[in-house]
């Protein structure tokens, strides 16, 4: 990875101590964007295996890119800003992450190992074996200092909560908003936008709304939903919410909630695909569209239009593309130079990508050479807070998802429980913000 020329500042230059040793960073970015673009791709080891494991999704949806930081275990630095003189330590390995001699497991059961069965029945060895398993898949020693006490719980109403701040959520808050309907959008992330700011740009994406339009206080970032709940109160929203003096736990109550929250990044099943520099399509676009981050040349392989959008961003900030390859077709009417149709995709590397080879339709086996192996492929969607407010979850065998059942207009088999976006199986950004639209003007229809 490396940074592209940018004349504009994306924060003050500083270090971080990365056991022992300073490493240049940025103050603000997610510090594991930090370290990989100053070289350092092995972050952690797996629990079991002990493979090397690098950052991926850069959305806290997977356990590559946990470290110990300040004395703190298993922070995902993904989503931890860069601080000067912040320390960090990776986690589960001896004598280093970069070197660790539990790897050997990897090399000795190749076929893979279950240490439940291994001296079943033989008392002594039994114990022995569990005692060891337990040491070797470990998650980090214990904090270095006792928690700081909670801040103290808030509760809140309003007539509408809309979760996530993406195409779907603003499009939802902006009919709100027009139609004076009190509400408040809940985003995780710093900012809102979703894939309008971090993902990679379609000729068709609608123009990210006004926020300044909305009502003041309507809209609240660094807020985590976590739960949909019941109480004498009526439903609400248990909220993680990141604020300047810690972090509070928030309880909305509704009127009616309209669920948008998006998608994980998800992973395609192939030979190392687990590599240090193997990444999500949307983690690339977010890396280089927010602070400048980039593959000095990368395979992309997936399908959708998002994976030749994303071919297109790469290649127009200096990315030499060396193959892009769709795993179902069709390509687009006017597809990347290097874009074919294959099949059988493999990453190539002991401790990072150093290669890419894969099967092109009709042909033989290609290979290329690559830093970083992108997968762009339609998101899995966050269906959680949905299903635990009783909506109807079900497998799309076509897409290969598990999807909320909702009518076109976004109701659900719960009455108050509207929802739009990736939730209901994916599409575009415009095909979103569509949907946001038609389930915030169903929802006010059944506002008394």
């Not at 800003?81 to 912040?86: K, Q, S, T, W, Y």
């Not at 900012?191 to 206080?217: K, N, Y």
């Not at 969607?381 to 909320?404: H, I, K, M, N, Y």
Request: net charge neutral.
């Amino acid at each position: 990875m490396r940074r592209i020329p940018d004349a504009s500042p994306r924060g003050r230059a500083i270090t971080v101590d990365l056991e022992g040793e300073p490493v240049p960073a940025v103050e603000g970015e997610p510090v594991a964007c930090s370290l990989i673009a100053a070289g350092e791709t092995v972050l952690a080891r797996s629990i079991k295996y002990h493979r090397p494991r690098g950052a991926y999704c850069f959305a806290a949806a997977c356990s590559h890119c946990l470290m110990r930081v300040d004395g703190l275990p298993n922070v995902y630095t993904c989503r931890t800003p860069a601080r000067p003189g912040m320390r960090l330590e990776r986690q589960n390995a001896f004598p280093s992450a970069k070197v660790d001699l539990f790897g050997t497991i990897d090399w000795f059961f190749p076929r893979g190992l279950d240490h439940h069965e291994m001296f079943a029945g033989v008392p002594v060895a039994e114990q022995v074996m569990a005692k060891v398993a337990r040491q070797l898949a470990g998650l980090g020693l214990l904090p270095d200092q006792e928690a700081p006490p909670r801040l103290p719980a808030r509760s809140l109403r309003t007539r509408v909560a809309v979760v996530g701040g993406g195409a779907a959520g603003l499009a939802a808050a902006k009919v709100l908003a027009a139609r004076g309907i009190p509400f408040l959008l809940l985003e995780r992330e710093e900012r809102i936008g979703g894939r309008l700011t971090r993902g990679a740009p379609l000729s068709d994406d609608p123009a990210l709304p006004e926020v300044a339009s909305f009502p003041q206080g309507s809209v609240l970032t660094r807020a985590h939903a976590i739960g949909l709940y019941d109480d004498e109160g009526g439903r609400f929203l248990a909220v993680v919410a990141r604020e300047p003096e810690g972090l509070r736990l928030l309880q909305i109550h509704a009127d009616r909630f309209l669920l948008a929250p998006g998608g994980h990044p998800g992973i395609l099943p192939f030979e190392n695909n687990d590599l240090p520099g193997v990444y999500a399509g949307r983690a690339a676009s977010l890396l280089l569209r927010e602070h400048g981050v980039a593959p000095e040349s990368a395979a992309l392989v997936g399908w959708g239009p998002e994976l030749h959008a994303l071919a297109r961003l790469l290649e127009q900030n200096g990315t030499q593309v060396a193959a892009v390859v769709d795993l179902r077709g069709p390509l687009p009417a006017s597809p990347h130079p290097k874009a074919c149709i294959g099949s059988e995709p493999k990453a190539h590397g002991l401790k990072a990508v150093g290669a890419f080879s894969f099967v092109p339709q009709g042909g033989r086996r290609k290979k290329v050479d690559c830093d970083a192996v992108l997968i762009s492929i339609p998101t899995s969607p966050s269906f959680e807070l949905a299903r635990q407010a009783g909506v109807t979850v079900d497998f799309d065998a076509e897409r290969g998802l598990f999807v909320a059942v909702a009518q076109q207009d976004g109701r659900t088999a719960s009455e108050d429980v509207f929802v739009a976006g990736d939730i209901t199986g994916g599409g575009t950004a415009s095909e979103a913000a569509a949907s946001g639209t038609r389930a915030a003007e169903a929802l006010i229809g059944g506002l008394s």
